[in-house]
């Protein structure tokens, strides 16, 4: 849903900066918008962003405005530069592989770079960490940022306001005059500093969604960077940042914080994997029935993280349903044990996953389980086990929720390397990557009937529940 942000929005957008008579120079942050399916409606909060502008606002020297593209429209951006620009010292702008915003990125630039005082424009996120120099080469890009912000922004910032050398910045790569490549040292895989975001920083309203899966004033929230686990199509595996997660008692503040300034009632958490601590996991639940806030939860988890609990003899999903948590997220990606194996690594098997699937339903929480089609080399037969494997699970009360993807190859992922090797021609630019389209079919070997059949085997809870 894209809002339509007039005058007095935008007024108190810069109110919410509380930059007014500051001279601090100003950083601006952008989350260009994200195209979807017709009537998608949750566009949450930009984490990467939060994440980033919370490092940038810790060292007091700069002033911070966060313009999320998916909460308001050209105009608005437009209003905001002709405001603001002047003051600005950069604008950081994030982009992941696909979902057009790759070319909403550059159209924001475009109009940026219209202004005489536009400052230098520095791009970071999901798909600058693997094709940075591609994308630092884009005439637009004065210069990328690979790896976490919340270590290199603040870093890049010291240096434009000539306080470090350029070539210390981690993670830096700009063209130099002459088109060369000057690079700077590794960005560390660390994360951490999650958590106590400035919240001020967007219309925290805005984002509330009525969710039937989990409640009627549901927030997102990402609690960890990183992952454990090595499917071989994921981001994850490529960006290799070290898992880094919040510990439960700052969490538990934040949902708290969360809930007594907006009246929240139901949080889903959208980390890469939500239960890669186990005693993290239970720490929080056991927690929340203490505090007994009548919150619900939402959350991702791997079936490898169920079966460790077992052998652990932690009673993790009965805690897990106590604290109020109404649906998991589970990545199963296959019904057939080759495909597990072989092809996505995903550790387990159909057998094991039908297992911790009947677990979740006798917990009472609802499961969501996601897989693919269309892997390379991936054969028609195994292709009908993962169908038949989505007939069994949804023989489970609560019926599960299913949703088929098409395979998409990411850039730098084991699977997008066998992809190639199958006849996949990847796009030859940075532009081009913002047409990587992941609801259609991306590889030549994937045919319209696959689309259509995995079209119709999603089968997502819409309505409300209650
Ligand atoms: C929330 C989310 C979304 C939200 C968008 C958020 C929003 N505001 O609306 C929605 C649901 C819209 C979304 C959609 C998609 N998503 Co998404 N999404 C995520 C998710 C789950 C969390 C992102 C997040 O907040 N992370 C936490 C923050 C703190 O980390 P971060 O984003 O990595 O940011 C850090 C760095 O990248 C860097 N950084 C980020 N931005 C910037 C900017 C600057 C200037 C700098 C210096 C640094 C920097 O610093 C940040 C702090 O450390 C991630 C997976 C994950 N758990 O990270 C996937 C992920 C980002 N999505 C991904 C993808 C592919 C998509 C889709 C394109 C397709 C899909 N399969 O889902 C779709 C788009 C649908 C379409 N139409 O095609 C991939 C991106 C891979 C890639 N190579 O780009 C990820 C990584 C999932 C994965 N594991 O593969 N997504």
Not at 46 to 65: C, N, R
Not at 157 to 168: E, I, N, P, W, Y
Not at 196 to 224: F, G, K
Request: charge should be negative; hydrophobic fraction near 40%; glycine fraction near 8%.
């Amino acid at each position: 849903m894209t809002v339509n942000l007039g005058m007095p929005a935008l007024r108190e957008a810069a109110d919410r900066t509380s930059t007014q008579g500051s001279d601090k120079p100003l950083v601006i942050l952008v989350y260009p918008k994200v195209d979807h399916e017709k009537d998608y409606v949750y566009h949450w909060m930009p984490f990467s962003l939060l994440t980033i502008a919370k490092a940038l606002l810790s060292e007091g020297s700069v002033d911070v405005i966060l313009f999320d593209g998916n909460q308001a429209d050209p105009a608005a951006w437009e209003r905001l530069l002709d405001e603001q620009i002047e003051r600005a010292v950069c604008i950081g702008v994030s982009v992941m592989t696909g979902g057009g915003q790759i070319g909403h990125a550059l159209s924001m630039v475009r109009a940026a770079k219209e202004h005489p005082a536009c400052p230098p424009v520095v791009f970071g996120g999901p798909h600058v960490n693997v094709e940075g120099e591609q994308t630092a080469r884009h005439p637009l890009v004065d210069a990328v940022l690979q790896g976490p912000g919340q270590n290199s922004m603040p870093a890049f910032v010291d240096s434009l306001l000539g306080q470090l050398r350029r070539a210390d910045v981690p993670g830096l790569i700009t063209r130099l005059p002459d088109g060369e490549l000057l690079r700077g040292p590794t960005n560390p895989p660390r994360t951490g500093s999650l958590g106590a975001y400035p919240w001020h920083l967007l219309n925290v309203a805005d984002y509330i969604r009525d969710d039937p899966t989990v409640a009627t004033r549901t927030l997102n929230h990402v609690s960890s960077q990183g992952c454990v686990y090595q499917c071989q199509f994921c981001y994850e595996l490529t960006y290799q940042r070290k898992y880094s997660a919040m510990a439960a008692e700052p969490l538990l503040a934040d949902v708290c914080d969360l809930q007594a300034r907006f009246g929240i009632n139901g949080v889903k958490f959208y980390d890469a994997d939500w239960f890669v601590n186990l005693r993290r996991a239970i720490g929080f639940c056991e927690g929340l029935i203490e505090r007994d806030l009548g919150l619900r939860w939402a959350a991702s988890i791997n079936p490898n993280d169920i079966l460790k609990a077992r052998r652990a003899k932690l009673p993790l999903l009965e805690k897990v349903a106590a604290s109020g948590c109404s649906r998991l997220l589970m990545g199963v990606e296959s019904g057939n044990d080759r495909v597990l194996a072989d092809v996505v690594k995903k550790e387990v098997t159909r057998t094991q996953i039908l297992d911790v699937a009947g677990e979740i339903a006798e917990a009472g929480i609802l499961g969501s389980y996601t897989f693919i089609v269309g892997f390379p080399g991936e054969s028609e037969v195994e292709q009908e086990e993962t169908y038949s494997l989505i007939e069994e699970l949804r023989g489970l009360t609560p019926i599960p929720e299913t949703r088929v993807h098409l395979f998409a190859p990411y850039p730098g992922t084991p699977l997008y390397d066998e992809a190639l090797k199958y006849g996949f021609e990847p796009p030859k630019d940075f532009e081009g990557w913002s047409h990587f389209d992941y609801y259609t079919s991306l590889t030549p070997w994937t045919s319209q009937a696959t689309v259509d059949r995995a079209r119709d085997q999603t089968r997502m809870r819409l309505a409300p529940t209650r």
